[in-house]
């Protein structure tokens, strides 16, 4: 295995480790998670849209840390990086789309907080 595809491997298990256990704690305690993000959005435009944006957003993960995990066999198998490199996008997506309601939220620490996962995040578009 090449440094590149070694650095693959351990960004595209970073981006699935975050994505699926964040995925595995909304449907784990799905009642508490809304009840929390509605007081988190109640000044919002979205305070009516919390169940749907809830659900979107554990769509989203569970489709980037799938995609992750099929990126990290096809790239021990032959090398290729087509889904992890769907991964990462998807990965990306999905943490603009937590950006943007921690931003309308104006909580800017966790937007921060977001941030520090879109880097890697990004490198793996770039590098995949």
């Not at 070694?6 to 298990?13: C, E, H, R, S, Y």
């Not at 109640?42 to 995609?67: H, R, Y």
């Not at 937007?111 to 770039?126: G, K, Q």
Request: aromatic share 14%; with cysteine.
């Amino acid at each position: 295995m090449t440094n590149t595809e070694l650095f693959g491997v351990l960004i595209l298990a970073f981006l699935a480790i975050t994505f699926l256990q964040s995925g595995y704690d909304k449907i784990a305690d799905w009642k508490g998670n809304v009840e929390w993000l509605k007081g988190h959005f109640s000044q919002t435009f979205i305070k009516n849209q919390v169940p749907a944006s809830l659900g979107l957003v554990l769509l989203l993960e569970s489709v980037a840390g799938a995609l992750c995990v099929v990126g990290i066999f096809q790239l021990i198998a032959n090398g290729s990086t087509t889904i992890g490199h769907y991964g990462a996008v998807v990965s990306c997506i999905t943490l603009l789309f937590l950006l943007f309601g921690q931003r309308i939220a104006k909580d800017y620490d966790g937007a921060r907080t977001i941030v520090i996962y879109f880097i890697p995040a990004i490198l793996a578009v770039y590098w995949l």
